[in-house]
């Protein structure tokens, strides 16, 4: 596998034979609203470094081609597959129905901490994040299987979306590297 740096990543763009190289992880990242660009592109870095199978950017706000997200990414974006979509509880109820696990990142009285989570992750799965300020839509956190929250000792209540997004998803590339034989998650049909 070839690695290109900042400034090759900037200039280069994937011809479908070397984009069809990639080996993807069973990961996928869902942004609920994101809206900060910055972060945009830190997840598509994110997204990247991961070899995430897919990124699917929902709700209103900005996507590629955006010269501020290109900037913060990159260039990564070209890499990553990935996807703009209207909705993120319809995006959600898709990949349930193909059997991805959903896995939250977001304060709540459901929460588990971070610590807990290699024992319960399932895969393929998808994490999902939330609005810089309003965090993931009561409707989108109701259907995951599971909510975690990673512990903040300062005075700040909470963490960078991206920042807390990377904790999360490389608790998820470490548990599938340690457990490669973990048995895939059946299919479910989602009903409402």
Request: hydrophobic share 40%; charged share 25%; proline share 6%.
């Amino acid at each position: 596998m070839f690695k290109l740096g900042a400034k090759d990543l900037r200039k280069t763009r994937p011809t479908p034979e070397t984009f069809k190289t990639i080996k993807r992880n069973p990961i996928y990242l869902v942004l609920d609203r994101v809206i900060d660009t910055y972060n945009i592109g830190s997840l598509f870095r994110l997204a990247d470094a991961i070899a995430a199978e897919k990124m699917y950017i929902c709700g209103d706000t900005e996507y590629p081609p955006s010269s501020r997200i290109h900037k913060a990414a990159v260039g990564t974006e070209e890499w990553v597959p990935w996807e703009k979509r209207d909705s993120a509880i319809e995006t959600e109820k898709e990949l349930k129905a193909k059997g991805v696990y959903i896995i939250a990142v977001e304060q709540s009285p459901r929460s588990i901490s971070i610590s807990n989570l290699s024992t319960k992750i399932q895969f393929p799965c998808a994490i999902v994040v939330g609005n810089e300020t309003d965090g993931i839509s009561k409707d989108v956190l109701n259907l995951a299987d599971i909510i975690v929250e990673l512990p903040m000792f300062g005075v700040n209540k909470s963490f960078n979306v991206w920042g807390s997004c990377a904790v999360v998803a490389y608790k998820a590339l470490e548990s599938l590297i340690l457990h490669p034989y973990r048995p895939q998650r059946k299919k479910k049909i989602y009903q409402e």
